[in-house]
């Protein structure tokens, strides 16, 4: 099990902003494609954005597209998820997972071996 570790959570007022992080220490990140997820109350996860290893090709969902931008960071080991014109929809439990078993990534959450803890995104007034 490879570890993630996510950061950047908490409360922001809808419109707001918000950067979560992914961070690894145990492999390059153009070894591995990387998903984000979100996982709200009730409803069953969702893919929201992951980027390549190789290319650093993304793929955004509907939901997120023009509003959320996927990066990294090769020194720091670490994929950024940059959340802006939060909505009270978004909230939920953030997870990054990481793969290397397809050449392009996918926000399909079936095809990821390993996961990080989550970090919980609260988006209210």
């Known amino acids: 099990q490879l570890q993630l570790v996510e950061s950047g959570g908490g409360l922001v007022q809808p419109g707001g902003s918000l950067r979560l992080s992914c961070a690894t220490s145990e492999f390059g990140l153009d070894y591995y494609n990387l998903g984000w997820f979100r996982q709200a109350p009730g409803k069953e996860r969702e893919g929201l954005s992951c980027i390549s290893a190789r290319a650093g090709g993304t793929v955004y969902a509907d939901s997120v597209k023009g509003r959320f931008t996927v990066s990294r960071d090769f020194v720091k080991r670490t994929v950024y998820l940059q959340m802006t014109n939060l909505k009270p929809e978004d909230a939920g439990v953030y997870y990054c997972?990481?793969?290397?078993?397809?050449?392009?990534?996918?926000?399909?959450?079936?095809?990821?071996?390993?996961w990080g803890q989550g970090t919980q995104v609260n988006v209210s007034s």
């Open positions: 997972a990481v793969e290397n078993r397809y050449l392009d990534c996918s926000i399909y959450d079936d095809r990821y071996t390993d």
